[in-house]
């Protein structure tokens, strides 16, 4: 199945877009493709910090959102990052010419728009696992009113 452009799939514009494109999604999965170079954002002669690893996971939980909200024939939502559970790097980079692949897997899903996955990202050509994490979002039905007033429904 050919996946929709990323920026059809995140809630991102222009440069915070970080992933360059979904490769293959469904119900509980999203793999996702990152190419570093030189005019990536937070990049530096070393490559990208492997700390930004977290935010490829939160934009690929992002996407698999986006993507499951686009076959329910619904608009694409904003969505918070809670907080990651050990984030581990093996790397302290992501360097230049490198291709990552962001994989994110839902494991926890509530009503109210509480969310857990369980990410990793692997080195295309190198290493595997070279930076996991559980990382724990929340989508509200309505963000605007979650941000005037802190309810959740």
Not at 26 to 48: K, N, Q, T, W, Y
Not at 53 to 60: P, S
Not at 115 to 122: K, L, S
Request: hydrophobic share 45%; aromatic share 6%; proline share 3%.
């Amino acid at each position: 199945m050919s996946m929709p452009d990323i920026r059809q799939l995140v809630p991102h514009s222009g440069q915070m877009v970080l992933l360059d494109r979904a490769l293959h999604a469904d119900a509980d999965h999203l793999c996702a493709e990152v190419r570093i170079h030189p005019a990536s954002m937070l990049a530096g002669a070393d490559g990208v910090g492997s700390w930004v690893g977290i935010e490829y996971m939160a934009q690929a939980i992002a996407a698999h959102a986006g993507w499951l909200a686009l076959q329910r024939g619904e608009e694409v939502k904003v969505g918070f990052l809670l907080g990651s559970r050990k984030y581990e790097a093996k790397v302290p980079n992501f360097a230049l010419g490198s291709v990552l692949q962001v994989h994110v897997r839902r494991v926890l899903q509530s009503e109210n728009g509480l969310g857990a996955f369980e990410c990793r990202i692997d080195i295309v050509d190198g290493l595997a696992n070279a930076a996991a994490a559980t990382v724990t979002v929340f989508q509200p039905d309505n963000v605007n009113q979650f941000l005037k007033d802190g309810n959740v429904g």
